[in-house]
């Protein structure tokens, strides 16, 4: 283990020192060099972006694109690998930022210096041309409501977990879950807003309780990535798997037992591999020079026709409708 | 001390309101504890008498374990004058380890086995912090601040970051064998799993060593006066390095218990957990400063920490009141023990 991290940040010393090597030469070439900065290199969700990079990097041999982050989920560790990237002067970066405030400052000096910086997951982000977001988060919430409502067939009690009351996205989701379920007369809304903190064993906990307060409970709607972990558990245990819907945002890999057992109906996510190669797409579209304009295809699936909207500083909002809903068929073709 | 001193205070509570309310509290605090545990329960099942069904029991049950042995080992480290919030750290770090080490090289291991060895780990680190402490003469509290984030940052940074969601072997049956099962009407089932066993094991194991054997003198004694400890002739060094060592132990053990409670070795788990197992200890009549406690005491705390966190929802608090509401009850039962710690000191 302590051998494969070694050898991880040694690859990463080499991908930063090459850097230097090769984005001169390349840009003699004419092929510019974009780099994605991912919030932390080693976890499965970025191990994920990470091969949709390397299929971007393959159908652009002329180009230098690579994906770098820091070994541990550490705000200042990614702001002083972007502060290297600037200094060797890459033309592009992709970057997820781990705390968007820290690096404003950064990313305002790289913009100045004529460096293309592209945001995902960050739309209050200021300093940047462009911020991607896989999906509308209300279409979202209403989707992942849409599948629970399906599944319950329309009527009975139902309830919601956050990760917490204080995340944005999840209370939107949740909100516009609520908002879907008004559409269902029968579909009765109970203690909702549980906070999980995500944390798959206090959710568990939390759910064994709904369940014995509302026995004839029907439906959950959960937004943490370990929430259907936690409820998924509870209902099985119960042996109510088939008997109960859970709808909610999961990972393919961590939710695929429950899947199969029926405990979790279907899990909600953006694939990272699609909005490494959006984020790419889009970099090397403003590094030709192009307009990114509404309704604009990226060439990537779930990007095909994007929205655009002003963003929260100088730059772009752009929103994809790479949303997946993957149920007990459908998600051995999204293994991360 | 030890059987004399039980039938004493035994005799103090009986003697009822003629013997001094105030008096039983001080010598008994954890009376006070039952007192509250009850009348949450009477309150709860007034608001919801859906709260009366032996589920209910079988969930607090089943969520006091990993709390209830983190606390047990906090109690002995308190009961010795110091503080440990580090436990958690090793219950992941072993926990997560372990799991690692099973799945590559030995995926049929017994669980008794993997139990061993996480308990002998947890002692390593325990042991680690206890040295610290005594060496350097810096404040436990200090200490195991800094191998918290030691030991945790070496798991994320050395060892690993992602979900281990298939079990090896016997670690994932385990936590699914259970006791007793049955179902409730609406079909849905039930079950006390053999796990919780675990708990009551090793309670009774530490009422013994803290009451039956010369190292339970020790560390009350050290708890309550170090300078007259060492000049009676205890081994100092000893009792620090066996308070930890032990708190070490049971943070193994429940680590290992949680994952397979769990179905999955999440090394981002435990850790953040500490603050309210230390106030189920202190909840549970056990004093920050040292020197008193008792197991039963203590299992009342983690009782009263787990049905206050697993009722909220019985009751109809809103989700954004719960903190509101968990935080102002441990505020005013800590704040009651210390008024009334303060005003009646036990006889020494």
């Not at chain 1, 080693?42 to 070994?71: L, S």
């Not at chain 2, 979900?163 to 006791?179: C, D, Q, V, Y």
């Not at chain 2, 049955?182 to 066993?197: C, D, H, Q, R």
């Amino acid at each position: 283990m302590k051998i494969s991290t070694l050898l991880k940040s040694s690859a990463f010393a080499v991908a930063a020192l090459s850097m230097v090597g090769v984005a001169a030469p390349a840009s003699a070439q004419d092929g510019k060099a974009i780099t994605t900065v991912v919030k932390i290199s080693g976890i499965p969700w970025f191990d994920r972006m990470e091969t949709g990079v390397n299929k971007f990097a393959e159908q652009n041999p002329e180009m230098d694109i690579r994906q770098v982050g820091p070994a541990t989920a550490d705000s200042a560790q990614q702001l002083q690998i972007v502060q290297d990237l600037v200094a060797t002067g890459v033309d592009a970066l992709a970057v997820v930022p781990m705390d968007p405030d820290i690096l404003e400052g950064i990313l305002g000096r790289a913009m100045d210096r004529g460096t293309i910086i592209v945001t995902h997951e960050a739309d209050n982000q200021a300093n940047t041309h462009a911020d991607i977001e896989a999906f509308d988060n209300a279409d979202y919430g209403a989707a992942l409501n849409e599948r629970l409502a399906q599944c319950m067939g329309g009527e009975g009690k139902w309830t919601t977990f956050v990760g917490s009351l204080g995340s944005r996205t999840h209370m939107q989701w949740v909100g516009a879950g609520e908002e879907n379920a008004k559409k269902y007369p029968g579909m009765e809304l109970v203690d909702p807003n549980n906070e999980s903190f995500d944390d798959a064993n206090g959710t568990y906990e939390k759910a064994k309780e709904i369940l014995r307060k509302h026995p004839d409970i029907k439906g959950f709607q959960t937004s943490a990535g370990n929430d259907v972990l936690g409820v998924g558990r509870a209902i099985e245990e119960a042996g109510l798997a088939g008997k109960v819907c859970l709808v909610g945002t999961g990972l393919p890999n961590p939710s695929a037992a429950y899947l199969d057992s029926g405990a979790i109906t279907a899990i909600g996510f953006w694939d990272p591999q699609k909005a490494g190669m959006a984020m790419n797409a889009v970099a090397k579209f403003m590094l030709e020079g192009k307009e990114i304009t509404d309704g604009m295809d990226l060439g990537v699936e779930g990007y095909e026709s994007v929205t655009v909207k002003p963003g929260a500083g100088k730059g772009l909002l752009i929103v994809g409708n790479g949303m997946v809903l993957a149920d007990k068929d459908t998600y051995k073709d999204y293994l991360f | 001390m030890s059987a004399a001193g039980t039938s004493h205070n035994q005799a103090a509570a009986n003697a009822g309101p003629g013997g001094g309310l105030s008096g039983l509290i001080a010598k008994r605090p954890e009376f006070v504890t039952l007192v509250l545990l009850m009348a949450i329960c009477i309150a709860v099942t007034i608001a919801n008498p859906a709260f009366l069904q032996p589920s209910t029991l079988i969930d607090i049950g089943r969520a006091s374990v990993v709390t209830g042995l983190f606390a047990l080992g906090v109690f002995v480290i308190l009961a010795a004058g110091g503080i440990d919030v580090s436990f958690t750290a090793i219950a992941a770090l072993t926990m997560y380890s372990i799991t690692l080490l099973v799945q590559k090289y030995a995926p049929d291991l017994s669980i008794v086995v993997v139990f061993a060895i996480a308990i002998a780990g947890g002692v390593f680190l325990g042991v680690v912090n206890g040295f610290l402490v005594y060496t350097l003469r810096v404040p436990s509290l200090i200490v195991t601040i800094g191998t918290q984030y030691f030991f945790r940052g070496g798991l994320l940074a050395f060892i690993g970051t992602t979900w281990i969601m298939e079990l090896p072997g016997e670690m994932a049956t385990f936590g699914r064998l259970s006791l007793l099962e049955f179902e409730t009407a609406n079909g849905a089932i039930v079950s006390l799993p053999v796990y919780f066993l675990i708990l009551p094991v090793v309670a009774v194991l530490t009422w013994w060593i803290m009451r039956r054997t010369l190292m339970g003198r020790a560390i009350f004694s050290l708890g309550g006066n170090p300078e007259v400890t060492a000049r009676l002739g205890y081994n100092v060094k000893i009792v620090h390095l066996f308070v930890f060592g032990y708190a070490g132990a049971l943070a193994g053990l429940a680590g290992i218990v949680h994952i397979t409670a769990n179905r999955l070795a999440n090394p981002f788990d435990l850790v953040g957990t500490e603050i309210s197992v230390i106030a189920a200890v202190v909840l549970g009549g056990a004093r920050i400063t040292g020197g008193t406690g008792s197991v039963i005491g203590t299992m009342l705390g983690v009782l009263l920490v787990v049905v206050v966190d697993n009722v909220l929802v019985m009751v109809g608090i809103p989700s954004t009141w719960q903190r509101v509401f968990v935080g102002a009850f441990i505020l005013l039962a800590a704040a009651f023990f210390v008024t009334r710690q303060r005003k009646f000191k036990p006889a020494k």
